[in-house]
């Protein structure tokens, strides 16, 4: 099963699986205790609700025996939003992640199912109280680089975890991935507000947080300049990742950038009407921004695309 779990899933274009026996995380409890005691979720709430589920797969699943770990490829075979306009981070370039990959996982779960019909699993992606990073490590996938993404030898930190908890067993991977960063810095160091320190990420400094998750009210205003030209996301940290040198585009169309948002001009972006929003967007993860906090994340780097001055950051 373990063996025809992992063909399925490069059918699926999924480029990396790995298995583990569900248990019980408590490091990783314990050190989202202290990253939320010194108040580094910012406003993520919701971080700090099922702590329990979150630490311990088998309070989602009942019964739940493995933690199947899936990663997909999203990089772009083509940087085509250009360093004097607005730009997305790689991930939200193309269609929602969140429906493709459950797609995918729905097929996986179909065909345990079709194996033996007393399989219960489910599928999340960046959905459900997980440890998504932490299993992708436990099954040998990858390590936590500084950055604090999965980082994997073959194919660096641009793809999504999604995983499958099922009460089926499997053959669970023994091998485990060795800190790769060694004395390299370079994510910390090119971070330009300083939200990283090793492995841990202060949300309140983070361009990504604030353009993503930030739903109410403004955006600070000393990350202002700092925010350089991106108004969704912030890929600096993967950016400068010598393991990201090793990144090769992803063959799954759904993560391809869309045309029309990638052929958007500055003024587009600008004056960008609710319609359009919701024409343009609709299969995009900035639909779930909102039209108003688009509009909100423009206008706040807006300053830095001045004619005649680069971007920073
Ligand atoms: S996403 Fe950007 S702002 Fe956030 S930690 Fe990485 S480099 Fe810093
Ligand atoms: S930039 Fe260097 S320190 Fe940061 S995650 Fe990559 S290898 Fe590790």
Partial sequence: MTAEVRKLSVKLGFHSCG??????????????????GKGMHAGMNYMANNIENRSDPRCLVEGAQSVIVLLHNYFPEKDLLSDDNYTLARYARGNDYHKVIKRKLKKIIEYLKEQ??????????????????????QTGLGWIGKNTLLITREQGSYFFIAEIITNQLFDYDVHRE??????????????????????????????????????EGGLPE?????????????????????????????????????????????????????EDFKRIFHLSPLRRLSFCNLVRNVNFVRPNLKEGNRPSG
């Fill in 178 to 215: 060795p800190d790769r960063c060694g004395d390299c810095n370079l994510c910390i160091e090119a971070c330009p507000t300083g939200a990283l320190n090793v492995r841990k990420l202060d949300a309140r400094k983070c361009i990504s947080y604030w353009t993503t998750e930030q739903r």
């Fill in 19 to 36: 298995f583990a026996r569900a248990r019980h995380l408590p490091e990783n409890e314990k050190s989202l205790r202290e990253w939320l």
């Fill in 222 to 274: 000393d990350l202002r300049e700092k925010s350089g030209n991106r108004i969704f996301g912030c890929d600096i940290c993967q950016e400068v990742c010598p393991w990201n040198k090793k990144a090769k585009p992803t063959d799954e169309p759904d993560f391809w950038p869309n045309q029309e948002i990638a052929g958007m001009e500055r003024e587009k972006w600008e004056t960008l009407s609710e």
């Fill in 116 to 137: 033996d019909p007393a399989v219960t699993a489910r599928g999340f992606t960046d959905s459900a109280p997980v440890f998504e990073k932490a299993w992708a490590a």
